[in-house]
Each structure stands twice: as C-alpha cells, then as structure tokens.
C-alpha cells in the first residue's frame, strides 16, 4: 500500500470539496457531497493497517461443563485481538493472566500483552478462565484447552495458522499454560462437537514467572489453595506439579522469571526448564537479578525494571528462531 499516493488523493478530494462547498449554493448538494467524501474515506481507511476492535466470546456456547450457575463468573470467555491484516504473521496466542486462582489480572497480564502481540503480528485471545472460590481444578484446565481447540478449529476465520498457536501466562497464569502444555488432549475425529475434534496441545508455550510445582519446597501455597482445596489430594499435587508431567511431547517453552521474585521462587522456573532439558525439548529461560513479582511486560509502573522490560523483544526473537515469525532482517556489517 503506497500511503503516500494515498495521501495526495485525499488532499485531491479535500480540495474539490472545499471548491464544491463554495461554489454550490444549493444545501442537498452540500450534504451528498459531504456524505459521499466521509464514505471515500472510511473505505480507503480501513484496509491502512488498523486492528480489528477487540471483541468477545463465550468460550463454551452451550454452557461450560460443570457450570455451577448463570453467572459471569460461571461463563469464561475469549476477548478477541487481531492484528492489522498488513502485519499478521498467522501466529497467535492464548493469554492467560495471573491472579493466584482466585482472580485475573486482565489489564496488564492480559490487555496490554494482547496489544504487545498484534504489535508484532500475532493475534491475541484472553482467556477468562473460571477459578476459586466457584471454581478449582479441572475448570480452568478445561478452559485453557478449550481456548486451545477453538483457535485451532476456527484459525481460517481469525486468519491464522493451526500449527502456529501458543499458550502465553503469568504466575497461576503460567501454571495453567504448563499444565496446557503437559496435560493437553489429542484431538477426537468422532466428536459431534466440530472444536473437539482438533487436539489441544499448543504449538509452543510462554511462562512469564510461572507457579509450577506445588511440593516443596518452592510451591506457591495460595494458588494451590484455589485450585486443590485445603486437603488436597496427593495424587493431585503430583498430577500438577507440571515439571514432573514434561515429556518429549511437551511444546518449545520460554520462561521468564528473577531471581529477586518473593512472590513464586525462581525454582520453579528453573525445575520446569531442567525437564524440558533433560528430553532434549528446545526451551530459553530468562532468569534476570531483579525485579518483583507481577511485573507484566516489565514496565516502571507494575515495578519493572529496563533489564526485565526486554524479556517481550527476547520473547519474539525466539519466535523467530523457532520459525512463528518472520526472521528479522539480517543487520548491516
């Protein structure tokens, strides 16, 4: 598209409409002419690079399974993000934010990672995901796979790729995404309901200070709280405590984490990158000096730093490498 072009038309138009409006006396004429130059413009506008408005859907149309009730909270969704159909790479994401499975961080775990994404040409789905205290485990691994399965089935109509769609989370948020990423379903060709009859393991897997295990000594008390219940049950804590479940089907996973977080120790991050080290599945870890816990995207205002404010460029550079986005031209010598 030569933007250029496009603006010395519009500076054509601009200036016939200026000549009509003075010339014609007549008021219709005035306001079909108006009305016609507003229309050009809408038009030559939309196809210049702008995203699609976010837009949500019900993740499990006919009801969720186990749906306790009619509730917001019992009706998890997927905020749609698309971006401009110039920079689309095919790529997306389900985005998972934290919030300890008793809650979302939407805007800066969700919102403002969504937009990261449709910056370098990946769509974006927000997952709200049930949790605590309506919901524990398996709803919010339920959801995440769903989420998963509805990208994939529908990846002509949002214009993306099947094989190039990931599972991105923060926190409890990362522990979801490990637990996608370990415990995912392969897809059922008998299935009357067209969304199952697509797998549900994701392509690869972004874990930004990811809640990983819940035994000791590194779990994170108040997520397993949420998920499993005062008394959890054994069996559980092991089925969840995603680093023992990595095998060599396990996706290539970034993780990102500091060694100053108070919040969910660096261990976990570490634990779930030495598994994936151990079978030989392609993984980067981050693990940067400071920084708190919940920093999102690394800015200044959730207590980020300019160090941890790299993890998103390092993030899409190993996208890149893992060939879900365009290899980045070659620098100058």
């Known amino acids: 598209m030569n933007l250029h072009t496009q603006t010395d038309g519009f500076n054509d138009l601009r200036d016939d409409h200026a000549a009509l409006r003075h010339s014609s006396t007549r008021p219709l004429a005035r306001v079909v002419w108006s009305v016609m130059f507003a229309v050009v413009l809408l038009v030559t506008f939309a196809g210049a690079g702008l995203a699609e408005e976010p837009r949500v859907e019900p993740l499990w149309p006919a009801g969720a399974p186990g749906a306790i009730g009619d509730e917001p909270a019992d009706k998890p969704t997927l905020t749609i993000y698309l971006p401009p159909a110039d920079k689309a790479t095919g790529a997306a994401v389900v985005i998972c934010p934290g919030g300890g499975y008793g809650g979302l961080a939407i805007d800066h775990e969700g919102v403002e990672v969504a937009r990261w ?38 990846a002509s109509e949002f214009g993306v790729q099947g094989s190039k769609i990931g599972i991105l989370g923060f926190s409890a948020g990362g522990h979801l995404a490990s637990s996608a990423a370990t415990l995912f379903e392969d897809a059922n060709p008998a299935a009357e309901d067209p969304i199952m009859r697509v797998g549900s393991r994701p392509d690869f897997a972004v874990l930004i200070y990811p809640v990983i295990s819940f035994a000791e000594p590194c779990r994170h008390s108040g997520s397993l709280r949420n998920l499993l219940g005062p008394e959890p049950d054994p069996a559980l804590i092991e089925l969840l405590s995603t680093d023992r479940q990595v095998t060599t089907r396990t996706p290539p996973t970034f993780l990102v984490h500091t060694t100053a977080d108070g919040g969910v120790p660096a261990e976990n991050s570490i634990l779930f990158y030495m598994a994936l080290f151990r079978l030989k599945v392609p993984a980067e870890m981050h693990i ?23 993890w998103p460029k390092a993030c899409a550079a190993w996208l890149a490498h893992r060939g879900i986005l365009p290899a980045a031209p070659a620098a100058n010598p």
């Not at 949790?131 to 994939?152: F, M």
């Open 117 to 154: 994404l449709n910056s370098i040409g990946v769509a974006g789905f927000i997952l709200r995901y049930r949790h605590a205290p309506r919901y524990r485990h398996p709803a919010p691994l339920q959801d995440a796979l769903r989420a998963i399965r509805t990208v994939r089935a529908r």
């Open 288 to 310: 940067y000096e400071a920084g708190p816990h919940g920093f999102g995207l690394g800015s200044k205002e959730k207590g980020g730093n300019p160090m941890v404010a790299t």
